[in-house]
């Protein structure tokens, strides 16, 4: 499942770096969450989109547009 944005670098990815740099300086630990974490946290996030899908198809509506519109990927880039 490929999201918003997917595979892009923006400026808010600089943020997260800020943010993770201090986790770890605070913490003393590279990674926040275990790969457990990680596995479970994906497998809900897909059950949930999935759940939103099926929601769509309900009333005749398609898949979810997933592609960045170009206002967002503008004000994410700086442009």
């Not at 990680?38 to 897909?46: R, V």
């Amino acid at each position: 499942m490929k999201l918003r944005g997917a595979g892009k670098l923006y400026a808010v990815h600089v943020d997260t770096k800020v943010i993770m740099d201090n986790f770890k300086g605070v913490y003393k630990e590279e990674v926040p969450l275990s790969v457990s974490d990680y596995n479970e946290i994906s497998a809900n996030s897909k059950a949930l989109y999935d759940s939103y899908q099926e929601e769509r198809y309900m009333p005749g509506l398609g898949d979810f547009d997933n592609e960045m519109p170009k206002e967002v990927d503008g004000l994410l880039s700086g442009r």
